[in-house]
Structure formats: C-alpha cells, structure tokens
T-cell receptor
C-alpha cells in the first residue's frame, strides 16, 4: 500500500549546523512531495515542495532533493536557527487524487 | 493565516456521543481533505471531497462520515465516540483542478477533540 517512511524521528543540532531529514515513499504514482513544519498545537505549514519533474529545489536556507528512481527525497536546512525547532513532516501526493500520505515526523531541536 | 477555517477550535465530549466538525476551504478551492493527528500516529488521511463528491478515502472508521455542501464547506461527523478518537482534526483545501501536476494543500487551524 501507500507508505512514507521518515528518518530520523528526532534530530538535535547546534545553531548554525545543517540538518537533514530523509523520506522514502512506496507509491510510484506519487508526483508531488511537500514538506510541512508544525509547531506545537499549530497547523502544518508548507515550507517547500518539489514536483516529480524536478530533482532539486532551493529556497534560501532550505533545499529539497528528489531521487525518483530510488523513491527518496530529503530536506536540507543550512545555518539552522533556534526558531527552526519544530516537527517536520514529509509527504507524498497521489497524482490521481492529490491526497497526502505523511511520514511519521521528525522533531528538530536547534540548540543555541 | 492559510484562509482555511475550522470550527470549533476545541471540543470536549463524552464517550458514545456524536460531534460535527466544520471546515470552510480557501476561496476558490474545490477540494477538501480531512486528516487526523493523534499523539502517536502523526497525520493520517481520512477522506477527500472534490466539488461535493467523495474522491478518496483513507483509513476512516465506519463511525466517521463526511460531506461537502454546495457552498463547498465540509463537515466531518464522528459518532459513538471512543477515548481513542481524541486527536487534532485538520482540514486542508486545494484548488482541485491541477491534481495531476501536484497541488499545494493549505491546512486549517484544526479542531482539538477530547473524549472523556
């Protein structure tokens, strides 16, 4: 069935360091891969996304890479700041319906 | 603010009861999605509607049902509530017209349901 695996479940880095979160999806029909940031008790907020016809996308300190052959995609945050601390979710979207299948989430802690 | 609204923000009820959660999508969006976020289970897709019609179903319990009305707002009905139904319920919306290209979903603020 449809599944998205996300690793690691927790990640602690020093301010200024880089953070990498990795996801693997199972459904070959997936064509859209968003990343959401969720602060405690708040809504998931889209931070970056990538479509299946692109291998890499960057937005300031955030970048996402996609390897369709391996069904892997990753989030890279450089020069991390304490305000980056949150739970990050990857997701894969079915091209027929658009529904999102989420990974289990990564709790990122950036220590000042 | 994503433009997606949900009411109520909080709901406390007892086991066996029935509740209705409401969602209004962003202006112009035709697709509405419902997700459940439990403490240990992350974000789980429940059901999707597009322009009034059910489009996709996830692991939604038979005790749960949803619909989308002509004005495009959606309601999620939860009945015979159990303690394990306590969770955050999010609604999201997208345009629904460019699914094949990958559409951005915008999430509402959620409804926190506590079943006692």
């Amino acid at each position: 069935g449809e599944n998205v695996e996300q690793h690691p479940s927790t990640l602690s880095v020093q301010e200024g360091d880089s953070a990498v979160i990795k996801c693997t999806y199972s459904d070959s029909a997936s064509n859209y891969f968003p990343w959401y940031k969720q602060e405690l008790g708040k809504r998931p907020q889209l931070i970056i996304d990538i479509r299946s016809n692109v291998g890499e996308k960057k937005d300031q300190r955030i970048a996402v890479t996609l390897n369709k052959t391996a069904k892997h995609f990753s989030l890279h945050i450089t020069e991390t700041q304490p305000e980056d601390s949150a739970v990050y979710f990857c997701a894969a979207s079915n091209s027929n319906t658009g529904k999102l299948i989420f990974g289990q989430g990564t709790t990122l802690q950036v220590k000042p | 603010d994503s433009g997606v609204t949900q009411t109520p923000k909080h709901l406390i009820t007892a086991t066996g009861q029935r509740v209705t959660l409401r969602c209004s999508p962003r202006s112009g969006d035709l697709s509405v999605y419902w997700y459940q976020q439990s403490l240990d289970q992350g974000l789980q897709f429940l059901i999707q509607y597009y322009n009034g019609e059910e489009r996709a179903k996830g692991n939604i319990l038979e005790r749960f049902s949803a619909q989308q009305f002509p004005d495009l707002h959606s309601e999620l009905n939860l009945s015979s509530l159990e303690l394990g139904d306590s969770a955050l319920y999010f609604c999201a919306s997208s345009s629904g017209t460019r699914v094949g290209l990958g559409e951005t979903q915008y999430f509402g603020p959620g409804t926190r349901l506590l079943v006692l």
